[in-house]
């Protein structure tokens, strides 16, 4: 597969899972790395990591020094197998500081080689915690470790090397310790004493190491199987509680929708009851009468019907704006809004200010053309209200994350069959 297409859907996955960052890191480890097994040694600086490299593979491609010497990946293809050495890590501080010791403990390797030197006597409490955190890796992931104890050539006497040795097996019963003297090593190939490169532990140790290189295969598969397997699982999951969401977010619209409108034409019918003693008169209506001139400081009959028809639109108002208060349903949209703050209200856009004719009073209230206007206008700033514009946004928002959650899934089914 083309590293690029695995990015692309790697990071489609992390969209929605981004704590599966590790998960993915090592998927893509594990593809970069292609056929070639990758061996790691991790410890601390001067513990004598590189020079065990170059006794396991028999060439001094990685540098040795008595000063911290690796600050970075350093990686090397040989016996078609990927050695990687990391840099030293401080275990005097509580946290891996070092991104690329991060790296290749848990992204890059498929064995782990754990140095220790015999110069430092037993396990820290940050060595003895690693240890163990690897430890539990392996029955998750099955990736293999192995505990070498270097430098065993600088303990003054056997009976401190066997102390030392007893001393980090009742720390970490489960370690398979492994002691071995590169210096041993050299010396006996040097001047040709094969019972000094017996003694030196390095030949076990390469033993060890083909058989736990024999097994990468089938443990990177199912480092695989059990990632895929994890990812669908979490990935189906998010994906049924993000459709539960949304099924739920669409029966509050509904429902809210509903009950707006079956409490709006409830109090529509009461208004209309109310308003029947001003609508339904006999004879002359004298809302009609006109003002003039001469009557103009005057009380006249038809000041006071058409006073009295003010009075009644304005409790009908009263009655509606009631209802549009319940359900939060106030101010304009801002596209509707004008400099008059008191005027950028519904009801204002819908009723208007006054009404003072009783054919306009019925026209609102009591004829069917005027109540289905007034359904049809508050229904729809009901519907662009704040509160029910927050739950759409919401439910575009779920629908959206949706969309990402089916394309993850795919991705994810694709990565699987080509991985």
Known sequence: MDIRIFDAAQNEILTILPERDRSLARLRAILLAGQFPTVTVIGKYNHGKSRLLNELIGDDI???????????????????VRWLDAPGLDADVAAIDDQYAQDAMWTEADIRLIIHS????????????????????????????????????????????????????????????????????????VNSKPLLVQRSGIPELQQTLNGMIEKVSAIRQFEKNKIFTELKSEISELQNSTQTQIQQLNTTLQQQAESFLHDLNQVLDKVRVDLQPILQISGKDDSLEPDSFANMYKVTAGKRDRNRIQVAYSRACIEINSHLVRYGVIGLPDTQKSNVRSLDTVMVAVMGVSVKLRKDL????????????????????????????????????????????VQAQQVTETLEGAL
């Open 62 to 80: 990685f540098s040795v020094a008595d000063k911290r010497e690796t600050v970075t990946l350093s990686e090397h293809l040989k016996h078609n």
């Open 118 to 189: 015999v110069r430092e006597g037993e396990f820290d409490p940050y060595e003895l915690q690693l240890f163990q955190q690897f430890k539990q890796d392996e029955q998750q992931t099955r990736r293999q470790s192995v505990l070498v104890l270097t430098q065993i050539d600088q303990a003054p006497d056997q009976d401190v090397l066997a102390h030392i040795i007893d001393s980090i097996k009742k720390q970490a019963p489960d370690a398979n310790v492994m002691p071995v003297s590169a210096t041993r090593h050299r010396q006996g190939l």
């Open 362 to 405: 019925k026209l609102i209230f009591d004829e069917e053309s005027g109540r289905d206007r007034l359904r049809r206008e508050f229904t729809h700033y009901f519907e662009v209200s704040a509160d029910r514009m927050q739950l759409k946004n919401q439910l575009q928002n779920l629908e959206q994350r949706l969309q990402l959650i």
